[in-house]
């Protein structure tokens, strides 16, 4: 490949989705096509960043560092950081993802991306996007997440929101190590009810018989995720669906479903409460409006929680508790799919999936802002208008939009109907626009910020597929799939009249025009698909050559508008191999092929050949073009540049004279079907592509490189064809202006065409104007005709109009032709059969009868292959279930009923037996064969005892053994197991076959026996048929009208009448075949020729007049015998009778007696046969219904063994279904603890490798402690040369530390929610710096101690910087210390927990292994059992645990009871007799113990006694006359010592006796003196008391007062102290006996010797 040049994207408009985010404060970025589009909000300036690859899959920014993420879509996708505003690339991360990513976060808390691939792995992963690396992943644990969310507050939490779930990852780190933990979300169920979290092992389903429980996974065979996604399903119904999720300051998660609930989950515990439930009756008032709308997005403010719902509602919540109120409401005009802040939480941005970006400052406004409006709906074309050089696109949705080159959007025109294609005139300002419904709207362009629609028409019913201008500007042609190519003047002075129109051969894939300006020639080259057949491997290239001159003579066009071959030139060309789309040249076609994905160069031949024989072309170039197509072609105005574009998205420029030097653009995304138009710019420089699914316009600039010849060129004929139109566009562009706007009187004048205007009229639709604007209704009723059939519709009209007069007159003919043909018929219905004509023969147009025949019987064949088909149908759907149901069967389900009873009895419908069950049941049959002659003699001995003991007893007890009444009917097979020795699966298998092969016997033997009696009731009723013949005869005899019973076969008693059907049974007249009625007419025939045969006959003819008419001699009846009266009673009366008439007439009347007496005992005799006849019909169906009744209760026996033989095949298949999980549930069981020994396994590996990270990291961090507090003793060393006192001063400044404000700059004014964000562990960022920050202050000189050397204090500054890095490295190393300490404990947690559940699972397998092995001991037997032989106190007693026991064992236990009953009587009277002396014994007993209860009272009271030391030594002494003679020297001791004692204390006192009666004998002799005194003393005491009390009453009545208040307060003082103290004394009193107490010994602490 040799490059020409460059392309480069000049701008872009579209949406492609809601995704918006934020890069930094005033700049958004969203995705468009194959571009990312950055969008300034202040400015409204753009910039774009195009995809690396074929397209931009997830994406995601964050605008607090200016980092934006995205994916591209190819196979194995990389992602690609980005930083802005430089736009530069800082990493990409090549994952292991196959096809794509679903979505991309960002961290706020460090260099983190989190990802999650789509299938087939579904991987989430977490990646340093600053190293490449990933730090963890999770294969297959995002299979539904369309978004993932970090935490704020906490990049160690990862949301990932999934259609129906929302999954917690916790980023467990240890050091360098990190593994994602997912905690799934319980979500409420779709009433708002908050379900338990259930384990799945706890839903299991309890069998009938035994006590294991078998779950769900094992009974359905499946294992590992089936099993549990099923289990899954079982246990939990409808959730809600989560659409919106935002976390809290607190790092609670906020939910919204589109249910309209909203819940709050914590992430720690997984706790989810319903915040807000729209089925509540009492909702607030002001929360009404929360019911109506489901939750689009949630994003937190400093207020609340912002809730977008819609129909374009935004909220503003403040949420306290459970308690929600609405601050704030908005309306937009557009539904808001997404809701985000901008990094200073200023800005709140919402964004929709139509295209609109509404911002809201609430600093500002408080309304919301239209920022952004690039409509929704996917371009469909788009085209250059060379006047003013703008550009036109048009969307799906009919949106006409005009963009100046810079990409701004000038104006914009609803045209209110879906639109396919677009094309700007080159001669005026307008625009062509093709629909869907098939119309051609012709739009102004002159006022940018207002076009208008000024003319329509219609001309197909399909979409309109091209529209194309010449160069030049003459014609507009369109095509369509109906391969009509209609040219239309382009000029807007001829009033957009269509010319004519040409029918090409085959739909048109392709349309393009070529205008050759020597030659005043438009060339126009259609490519078409060929029709012929099913051959699609070749095309049509049709050359249509139209002179450039105006086509306005009369001979252009037929009457239809159909252009003439003198004006239109065809030449048809034929290409071997399919092509997709083509372009004309000059003297050349490029075309590009699909099937080779290659691009093709054809050259026109010298000689032209018409439409009848097509010219094969072969490429005369061929070049690699798309990989993946259909592509579409583009020629450059100057010819010399070829554009192509397909759905890899690529624009592809080529050189048309080489076609190998190219320059190409992924302008597109591949996965959304890559471009769908292109188109070049008047100067071919600039080029226009729409994308097919992206909803994006893509411009982009061609750069050809120095020395090329293409700018040249490309300018030069730009200049050329514009100062060539000029004229033309100063001529028509302002009869375009003047144009009236297209309105719906405007339409009326012209629904009948012109025949003076140019051979045409354009008859248009009618619209309806919806604004005087813009707004238009543009799509006409889909029976409103087309021009061509308004074209064709005139010519009729004319056609009618000029040849009324002959129309007329033939009518006026034919009716006179009718009259006469009338009256022709009318007289040929009267003529003779052998003179009448046929019908047929009146009729003049045989040919029209013929014809009308032939449809008739055309339609007939068809309707009659339908009716035969469908009869063919239903006849094989009888044999098939004949087959099936009827054939197949062995024996019918037949019934017999009674004849005097609704009583039934019915057979056994039963089937033939397959050779596969008879095959199993002789291979059954065989091993029991060999398994009981390997029995051994002692229990053929033993089984020949127990058949000796009675034939009755031995009966019923076989079929009570046995489970079933088959024995006593004779129909048990001898193969069958006994009961008691079914232990092995095969054994029950056997034994339900044998179980079959009986049930299958007693049917066929109860059908025999019905079979039998079937036959009797058959005879029965023909002896009863006949019967009733001759009792018919009777009735007939004795003329007697009577109802004779008629029993019959009902249905039921006879099933194969269902399959025949009579001919009674058809009501309507039967249709027969052709052959059929050949075959009625021959028997017919066949039967007039027998009967005129027999006509004939003259043998039978003299035989019968031989015997007077009868063959047989009948015998004569006797009651219609009658005697003729004589001829005299009828011709004579009786008075004229003689003597011989009267004896004549005497003879009759006794002829007459006579015969009455016959008749009367012939009537007699004829009664008693007839009463006799109905007696025995009686008499017989009765004794038939007794039959039948017996029959019945047989019939009830057989059941009862039928359903008893069922019903142990049922137990049987049972016990073995429930084998079968247990073996399936112990395998489960074994896998489950497999997985979990190896899990373990690794748990332990995981746990010792770490432990030996901790401890080496320990190691470390103790070796940086220990360093850090070498530098706190090594200060005074440092400074050793420095006076002490400034030591100490600067000690005291290496300790000190400055305080490192977070930044917070008026905190309560700060919007941001998450200003308090919490840095998790060792990721701590910038912490060192922001404290060597701070550390800068302190450092400043001014801090400088007075008199310090600056020297020192930089030496200082040093060390202590040093210090202070040294700290914040420990107490770095010491948050990842706790953090490796923290994942250790949880990797030992989940190794305990693994451990427990191997426990567990050994438990249950244990207790498996227990059950099974019961179940194989206790075998569920039937036993069949008589009523009264079993009877329970407790009829609702559980029969677990009873016991099957054989009557000669319950029989020996009654012996063996009565036996002891009787030893028990005889030792109970033994017991009477010694029981009188027990009662004297128990007496004596009871006296000796109260004796004992009262000598332990006593020895209780000596034991508490309190004795003194001596009386302890007295009782412990053992030497008691030793201790007496002691204690006797003793006290007389202390008796002569106390005497002695004694008598110097009475000498003492005496002396002391003298010494106080001298005293006393002063004392009184004073007092005698002062006795004397005292009267005088007396008076003047009174004297002054008077004189003080009258001087100084009242100050002394204060002061005692005052005495006495303080004297009582004292009083009261000392009272509460002494109480106090009192109690005090009290308690020390109690204390000193309860310490004595302890201490205090009692006598059963003595010891003796």
């Given at each position: 490949?040799?490059a020409?040049g ?32 950055f ?5 409204k ?6 995809g690396?690859?074929?397209?931009i899959?997830?994406f ?15 196979l ?72 993932l ?26 050091a ?27 839903y ?22 089936k ?8 246990t ?25 609930y ?20 009492d909702?607030?008032?002001?929360l ?60 709140l ?6 295209g ?20 929704s709906?996917n ?124 029918v ?29 057949g099913?051959n ?51 003297s ?106 992206d ?66 009229g ?15 209704l ?25 040849y ?7 009518r ?12 022709m ?17 009146f009729?003049?147009?045989l ?46 389900g037949?019934?017999i ?8 009895v019915?057979?056994?419908p ?25 029995c ?18 031995n ?40 179980l ?53 076969l ?48 003259c ?43 009267k ?45 039948l ?17 069922k ?92 305080r ?26 910038d912490a ?24 020192i204090w ?8 040093t210090?202070?890095?040294s ?64 009877s ?46 027990t ?29 003194s ?31 002695m004692?004694h ?11 003298e ?30 008391r ?38 005090d ?25």
């Amino acid at each position: 490949m040799v490059a020409i040049g460059s392309l480069e994207v000049r701008w872009i408009q579209g949406f492609t989705n809601s995704t918006v985010h934020f890069v930094d404060n005033d700049t958004v970025c969203y995705t468009c096509g194959n571009h990312i589009c950055f969008l300034n909000l202040e400015t409204k300036s753009k910039s774009l960043l195009q995809g690396p690859g074929r397209g931009i899959g997830a994406f995601t920014a964050r605008g607090t560092s200016g980092i934006f993420a995205f994916s591209e879509q190819r196979l194995s996708p990389s992602i690609f950081v980005h930083v802005f505003p430089e736009l530069h690339m800082k990493n990409e991360l090549k994952g292991t993802a196959q096809l794509d990513y679903t979505s991309l976060a960002l961290s706020d808390g460090g260099p983190y991306l989190g990802c999650c691939s789509s299938l087939p792995d579904h991987t989430i992963t977490v990646w340093n996007w600053e190293t490449a690396e990933p730090i963890c992943t999770q294969p297959q644990a995002g299979k539904d997440v369309i978004s993932l969310v970090f935490n704020p507050m906490n990049w160690l939490q990862l949301c990932a929101l999934g259609t129906a779930s929302i999954t917690v990852w916790n980023i467990e780190k240890s050091a360098s190590l990190h593994v994602l933990k997912p905690c799934v979300v319980q979500l409420p169920a779709t009433d708002g009810s908050l379900a338990e979290r259930s384990n799945c092992q706890t839903y299991t389903v309890k069998p009938p018989h035994f006590g294991q429980k078998i779950p769900p996974s094992t009974i359905s065979r499946l294992e590992g995720n089936k099993a549990e996604n099923i289990v899954t399903k079982l246990t939990s119904g409808a959730r809600l669906t989560p659409t919106a999720i935002c976390w809290t300051a607190t790092s609670d998660l906020f939910v919204g479903c589109a249910e309209g609930y909203l819940f709050l989950v914590n992430p720690e515990n997984l706790s989810v409460s319903v915040l807000f439930n729209p089925t509540t009756p009492d909702v607030a008032p002001e929360l009404a409006d929360l019911r109506q709308s489901s939750f689009q997005d949630l994003t937190l403010n400093k207020n609340g929680v912002v809730a977008v719902g819609k129909d374009g509602v935004v909220q503003c919540m403040q949420i306290k508790g459970t308690q929600i109120d609405i601050t704030q409401t908005w309306q937009i005009e557009e539904t808001a799919t997404a809701a985000i802040y901008s990094p200073n939480y200023e800005t709140l941005l919402l964004s929709s999936n139509t295209g609109q970006i509404y911002v809201l400052n609430s600093i500002r406004s408080d309304k919301f802002v239209k920022v952004l409006d690039v409509l929704s709906g996917n371009f469909v074309a788009a085209a250059w208008s060379h006047a003013k050089n703008l550009c036109v696109s048009v969307r799906d949705s009919g949106e006409l939009q005009l963009w100046t080159v810079d990409g701004v959007c000038l104006g914009s025109l609803t045209l209110q109907a879906e639109v396919t294609s677009v094309a700007c005139c080159p001669i005026a300002q307008y625009a062509a626009v093709g629909t869907t419904s098939g119309n051609i709207l012709f739009v102004d362009l002159n006022r940018e910020q207002e076009p208008r629609l000024v003319h329509q028409v219609q001309l197909y019913h399909s979409p309109v597929d091209h529209l194309v201008f010449d160069q030049e500007g003459h014609y507009l042609l369109t095509g369509a799939s109906d391969s009509h190519i209609y040219v239309i003047d382009a000029k807007p002075s001829k009033k957009f009249s269509i010319i004519g129109y040409t029918v090409v051969p085959g739909p048109i894939l392709s349309l393009s025009t070529q205008c050759v300006r020597d030659g005043e020639q438009v060339k126009v080259l259609a490519l078409c698909t060929r029709q012929e057949g099913n051959n699609h491997d070749s095309s049509l290239l049709t050359l249509l050559s139209l002179p450039a001159k105006d086509l306005t003579g009369p001979d252009c066009v037929d009457r239809h508008g159909c252009l003439s071959p003198h004006v239109l030139k065809v030449s048809t060309y034929e290409v071997t191999h399919p092509l997709e789309s083509c372009v004309l040249g000059v003297s050349e076609i490029f075309a590009y092929c699909h099937r080779k994905k290659t691009l093709q160069r054809f050259q026109f031949p010298q000689d032209t050949h018409g439409p009848s024989s097509p010219q094969v072309l072969q490429p005369e170039l061929e070049v690699k073009g798309h990989p993946l197509g259909p592509a579409s072609l583009a020629l450059s105005p100057h010819q010399l540049w070829l554009a192509s574009v397909g759905q890899d998205g690529l624009l592809c420029i080529r050189e048309t004279a080489s076609m190998d030097r190219y320059m190409e653009l992924q302008c597109h995304p591949c996965r959304l079907a890559g471009v769908r138009s292109v188109t070049f710019s008047a100067d071919g420089l600039t080029l226009l592509t729409a994308g097919c699914k992206d909803g994006s316009l893509v411009c982009t600039n061609v750069r050809i490189k120095a020395g090329e010849a293409g700018v040249k060129k490309s300018a030069q004929y730009s200049q050329a064809t514009a100062r060539f139109l000029k004229n033309i566009f100063n001529t028509e562009n302002p009869v375009l202006v003047d144009l009236p706007a297209w309105r719906q009187e405007s339409c009326l004048g012209s629904e009948k065409p012109k025949e003076s205007e140019v051979s045409s009229g354009a008859e248009t639709v009618d619209v309806s104007e919806q604004d005087e604007s813009s707004n238009v209704l543009l799509s006409a009723p889909p029976s409103h005709p087309t021009w061509l059939e308004g074209r064709r519709q005139a010519v009729m009209e004319e056609e009618n109009e000029k040849y009324s007069e002959k129309k007329e007159n033939l009518r006026k003919t034919m009716r006179e032709l009718r009259g006469a043909i009338q009256e022709m018929l009318c007289e040929n219905e009267t003529l003779p059969a052998n003179e009448r004509l046929a019908q047929k023969e009146f009729n003049l147009d045989l040919e029209d009868q013929r014809h009308q025949a032939a449809v008739v019987e055309q339609e007939v064949t068809r309707v009659r292959k339908e009716i035969e088909w469908e009869i063919l149908e239903k006849c094989y759907l009888r044999d098939v279930l004949k087959k099936e149901c009827w054939d197949s069967v062995k024996v019918k389900g037949r019934a017999i009923k009674a004849f005097h009873s609704e009583r039934e009895v019915k057979n056994y419908p039963l089937k033939e037996r397959t050779e596969k069950e008879v095959k199993e049941l002789r291979k059954v049959e065989n091993i029991r064969k060999i398994e009981m002659a390997a029995c051994t003699k002692s229990s053929n001995t033993s089984i020949l005892k127990e058949e000796e003991q009675g034939e009755e007893d031995n009966t019923a007890e076989k079929a009570a053994v046995s489970g079933s009444f088959s024995t006593q009917f004779g129909y048990s097979n001898p193969h069958i197991y006994d009961q008691f020795s079914l232990n092995t699966t095969e054994q029950r298998i056997n034994q339900i076959v044998l179980l079959q092969d009986v049930i299958y016997g007693i049917k066929m033997a109860f059908n025999t026996e019905f079979e039998g009696l079937h036959r009797q009731k058959v005879q029965e009723l023909n002896r009863v048929r006949e019967r009733n013949k001759l009792i018919s005869a009777i009735l007939l005899e004795l003329d007697i009208q009577q109802q004779l019973w008629e029993p019959s076969l009902t249905v039921s008693e006879w099933p194969e009448r269902l399959l025949t059907v009579d001919d009674t049974e058809i009501k309507s007249e039967k249709c027969l075949t052709p052959e059929q009625r050949k075959e009625e007419e021959r028997k017919k025939l066949e039967e007039q020729r027998r009967l005129a045969s027999k006509e004939d006959d003259c043998r039978d003819r003299a035989l019968d007049n031989m015997m007077d008419g009868a063959l047989e001699v009948k015998k004569e009846d006797i009651l219609r015998m009658e005697v003729p009266p004589p001829e005299l009673v009828l011709t004579k009366p009786e008075i004229q009778w003689t003597e011989e008439e009267k004896k004549v007439y005497k003879q009759y009347e006794k002829k007459t007696k006579d015969l009455s007496e016959r008749k009367e005992k012939y009537r007699k005799l004829m009664e008693t046969e007839m009463k006799r006849l109905q007696a025995a019909t009686r008499d017989a169906t009765k004794k038939f219904d007794e039959t039948l009744t017996k029959q019945f209760e047989k019939k009830i026996k057989f059941e009862m063994a039928v359903y008893q033989g069922k019903l142990q095949i049922a137990q049987l298949v049972c016990a073995v279904l429930l084998e079968e999980e247990m073996r399936n549930r112990e395998l489960e069981l074994m896998l489950k603890l497999e997985k979990l020994l190896a899990h373990k396994e690794e748990l332990e590996e995981e746990v010792k490798l770490r432990e030996e990270d901790v401890e080496l990291f320990h190691e470390t961090y103790d070796t940086v402690v220990a360093e850090d507090k070498i530098l706190d003793k090594e200060f005074r060393k440092e400074f050793c040369d420095v006076p002490a006192q400034i030591v100490d001063h600067l000690y005291k400044l290496f300790k000190r530390r400055p305080r490192v404000q977070k930044l917070r700059t008026q905190t309560d004014n700060n919007p941001n929610p998450f200003r308090d964000q919490r840095l998790c562990g060792s990721q701590a960022p910038d912490a060192l710096g922001k404290m060597l920050k701070a550390m800068e202050e302190l450092d400043a000189p001014e801090n400088k101690p007075e008199g310090l050397n600056p020297s020192i204090w930089e030496r200082f500054c040093l060390v202590r910087r040093t210090k202070t890095e040294s700290e914040q490295k420990v107490k770095v190393k010491a948050l990842a210390l706790a953090e490796m300490q923290a994942f250790l404990q949880k990797r030992r947690d989940e190794n305990e927990a693994a451990e427990q559940e191997i426990k567990n699972l050994s438990d249950e397998r244990e207790s498996l292994y227990k059950e099974k092995n019961h179940a194989q001991i206790n075998i569920m037997v039937q036993v069949v059992l008589k009523q009264g032989h079993v009877s329970t106190a407790d009829v609702t007693a559980e029969d677990s645990d009873f016991i099957l026991l054989h009557r000669s064992v319950v029989e020996e236990l009654n012996k063996t009871i009565r036996m002891l009953g009787e030893q028990k009587i005889a030792s109970m009277v033994e017991c009477k007799d010694f029981r009188k002396g027990t009662m004297q014994l128990e007496w004596e007993h009871k006296m000796i113990r109260a004796q004992i209860e009262d000598l332990n009272t006593k020895a209780r009271d000596i034991q508490t006694l309190r004795l003194s030391e001596e009386q302890r030594d007295y009782l412990n002494e053992t030497d008691r006359e030793g201790l007496v003679s002691k204690q006797v020297s003793t006290l007389a001791k202390t008796i002569d010592f106390q005497e002695m004692t004694h008598q110097h204390n009475v000498q003492k006192r005496m002396k002391e006796i003298e010494h106080l009666n001298k005293q006393a004998a002063k004392k009184a002799q004073r007092n005698k003196i002062l006795e004397q005194q005292h009267p005088g003393m007396r008076v003047i005491v009174a004297e002054r008391r008077h004189i003080h009390d009258s001087a100084d009453s009242e100050e002394n009545l204060a002061a005692t007062t005052e005495d006495s208040f303080r004297v009582i307060a004292q009083q009261k003082k000392l009272k509460d102290f002494t109480r106090a103290q009192m109690e005090d004394l009290v308690f020390l009193e109690s204390e000193l006996e309860r310490l004595r107490m302890r201490s205090f010994p009692s006598l059963d602490q003595l010891k003796h010797n």
